[in-house]
């Protein structure tokens, strides 16, 4: 019996200890620069204004090449997790919103930490009609931050980065985009 007690609580405090770390700061969509100095060095971004991508090409889970310097579009790269509270209310007002519609703009997701298996059951679960890129040893995250999502990353047209944010959770689902403009 106490085993099963202590199966529990061990549960308990793990799962607490994913779901907090999935964002940084309850209740607000934060660019890096605006949080506090303890925040900042913990939830830092790697990738500045103005800055070409660190990463051009991509394999998604449908085994599809993706160059981002073959489209003329602005793009949105999301650094997400499937397990993610925060990953899961962006991606539910993302496709409830007219960007997921825009033919000027190209999404992709990336899946921190996921395999092909898990990222194309999340696709069906959300309806997803964009690419999905598995990112199981983060390589393709550590290129952009040293924690925190879900991350969008605004690139325009040129592959020069426009905008970083970081996506918390308690914000309604009708604004959570809001702070996406190129």
Sequence with gaps: ????????VTGGIVMSLLVAGCSHHQ???????????????????YVKVGQSVPVNQFIDI????IDLMQSKHKKILILF??????????????????????DTIDIIGIGR????????????DYQLPFSLVADKGRSLYRQFASAGIPRFILLDEHNKIVKTLLLEDDIQ????LAPIQW
């Excluded at 209740?27 to 971004?45: I, M």
């Excluded at 449908?62 to 090449?65: D, L, P």
């Excluded at 930490?113 to 069906?124: D, P, R, V, Y």
């Design 27 to 45: 209740g607000h969509v934060s660019q890096d620069a605006s949080l506090p100095v303890n925040e900042a060095a913990k939830y830092q971004t």
């Design 113 to 124: 930490e996921e395999s092909i298996a898990s990222l194309s059951q999340f696709a069906l």
């Design 173 to 176: 689902v009708d604004k959570l």
């Design 1 to 8: 019996m106490n085993k099963v007690k202590l199966a529990l």
């Design 62 to 65: 449908q085994g599809r090449h």
């Design 81 to 102: 997790a499937t397990w993610c509270p925060d990953s899961q209310r962006a991606m539910k007002a993302l496709v409830q919103s007219a960007l997921i519609h825009d």
